[in-house]
C-alpha cells in the first residue's frame, strides 16, 4: 500500500512564498514521475510540475519562473517551491506519483489528499 501525505499549504499574501512537501511511503519500488496539481473552485484540475526519475521537468506556463519542483529520491519526496505567489494561485495543490507495480509490471497513479494554498492579502 502506497500512501502520498502532503503538507506545507497555508494563508500567504501575494508576493510571498511557500514550500510545500510530498512523503511517499508503504511499498515502493520504482517511482516514474512525481508532480503537483492544483484544483480550483470552478476550474479543473490542472498540471502545476512534474519531475521525472531521469530528471527532466515540465511546469505550466502560469507558473513558470515562479515555481521550482525538485525531489529527494532517498527521502521518496517531493517539494514544489512556489515564489511570487498570484491570488490566482490559490487551489488545493495535489501531489501524484506514478510508481512501479512488481506484479503487473505497469506504473500505478497514486494521489495524495491535497493541500490548501491560499493567496490573499
Known amino acids: 500500500q502506497v500512501q502520498l501525505v502532503e503538507s506545507g499549504g497555508g494563508l500567504v499574501q501575494p508576493g510571498g512564498s511557500l514550500r510545500l512537501s510530498c512523503v511517499a511511503s508503504?511499498?515502493?519500488?520504482?517511482?516514474?514521475?512525481m508532480g503537483w496539481y492544483r484544483h480550483a473552485p470552478g476550474k479543473q484540475r490542472e498540471l502545476v510540475a512534474h519531475l521525472t526519475s531521469g530528471g527532466r521537468t515540465n511546469y505550466a506556463d502560469s507558473v513558470k519562473g515562479r515555481f521550482t519542483i525538485s525531489r529527494d529520491n532517498g527521502k521518496n519526496t517531493v517539494y514544489l517551491q512556489m515564489n511570487s505567489l498570484k491570488v490566482e494561485d490559490t487551489a488545493v495543490y495535489f501531489c501524484?506519483?506514478?510508481?512501479?507495480?512488481w506484479g503487473t509490471g505497469k506504473y500505478d497513479d497514486y494521489w495524495g489528499q491535497g493541500t490548501q494554498v491560499t493567496v490573499s492579502s
Open positions: 508503504g511499498s515502493i519500488s520504482s517511482t516514474r514521475v
Open positions: 501524484n506519483a506514478e510508481i512501479l507495480n
